[in-house]
């Protein structure tokens, strides 16, 4: 017989610590977010001049407008804009017309 108090195992270990989250339907959010820790994550690859022009944009908010932000940061609100201009504007949104031009409808 062994004198060794029983240990918790991995799983009592590591178990949430908080209740898990209600499933609900997914909120849209058309404002870019702000900077902060995002649970997501997506890769999109870019050319040389496409990531130069973000850093351009993100140099001029800061030199010209006073806002200091990242270009994630630039990008999430680019997308917001954009996402929030095909909800209001569909068939004549910016993204449906540049897509179609793109496919030479």
Known sequence: ?????PLPGAAELFRPTTPPK????PTVVRGGSPRQ????????????????ALEHARLALRAKHGLAVDRGRVVREAI??????LDEFGEESMLVR???QE???
């Open 80 to 85: 917001a804009v954009l996402l929030a201009d």
């Open 22 to 25: 209600p499933e609900s339907r």
């Open 37 to 52: 820790k995002h649970d997501t994550k997506i890769t999109v690859y870019v050319s040389d001049e496409e990531l130069l």
């Open 103 to 105: 496919n030479g409808q």
């Open 1 to 5: 017989m062994t004198r060794r108090a």
């Open 98 to 100: 540049r897509l179609r």
